[in-house]
């Protein structure tokens, strides 16, 4: 049976997503819920156990458990060392569909890096064709400078079709460019290089999100 103690935290999602500055979409995205859950729990009705739990992954909390044992609400104050906590280690970017091979070939020609990954537990046949895709694109970005124009054509097919059957599977792709500095090597007094890191990120298809925060600093494929 639920407690009134074990609610108070699950009530308070909102606040968390919040100042995340994430969409509930995103939420529900990240802990691998469906929408509707998310705005179950945020009006304050019963959550189950594992939805308390994929929750509390969804926020990081080191204690899975953390939404099913009494809950101390946090003030405004801590709330707010949180956020500026969360902003400085995080960057929100604007998520932009990703939906034809042309558009992801070109992004493969600008990008000196890349993080892919889906957002939520895909099926083994999605996971295998995100995977498929990635490394098309990876290998494609290695190279592409020895396509010719005409050869490039059968590189947008290629991967339109990972689009097209990551998109029958129910995955829907998102992607954001940033510019980063990056030091090669193990010398720490290495001067910084100018980067471009491409982010393609993999949500449920109908829940994508606006927007979707990433680590400031993170692994990134090269």
Request: charged share 30%.
């Amino acid at each position: 049976m639920e407690t009134a103690a074990q609610l108070t935290g699950v009530t308070h999602i909102k606040l968390f997503r919040e100042m995340r500055q994430w969409s509930q979409e995103q939420l529900a995205a990240i802990s691998g819920l469906n929408v509707r859950t998310i705005q179950r729990v945020e009006h304050g009705l019963s959550a189950s156990l594992d939805t308390r739990r994929a929750l509390a992954r969804a926020f990081e909390f080191e204690d899975i458990d953390a939404f099913n044992k009494p809950f101390a609400i946090p003030s405004e104050e801590e709330f707010k060392a949180e956020k500026e906590k969360f902003d400085r280690e995080h960057v929100t970017l604007t998520a932009i569909p990703l939906t034809t091979g042309k558009q992801l070939s070109k992004l493969a020609e600008s990008c000196t890096m890349d993080l892919s990954e889906p957002a939520f537990e895909l099926t083994r046949e999605a996971d295998e064709t995100f995977a498929m895709l990635v490394d098309y694109f990876r290998e494609y970005r290695d190279c592409a400078d020895v396509y010719n124009e005409t050869q490039k054509f059968d590189v947008y097919d290629e991967m339109q079709s990972h689009i097209d059957a990551l998109k029958a599977l129910g995955v829907s792709l998102r992607y954001a460019t940033r510019k980063v500095q990056v030091k090669w090597g193990a010398d720490a007094d290495a001067k910084p290089m100018p980067a471009t890191v491409l982010y393609v990120v993999g949500f449920p298809l109908g829940e994508e999100p606006a927007q979707f925060a990433t680590p400031k600093s993170a692994g990134i494929r090269l």
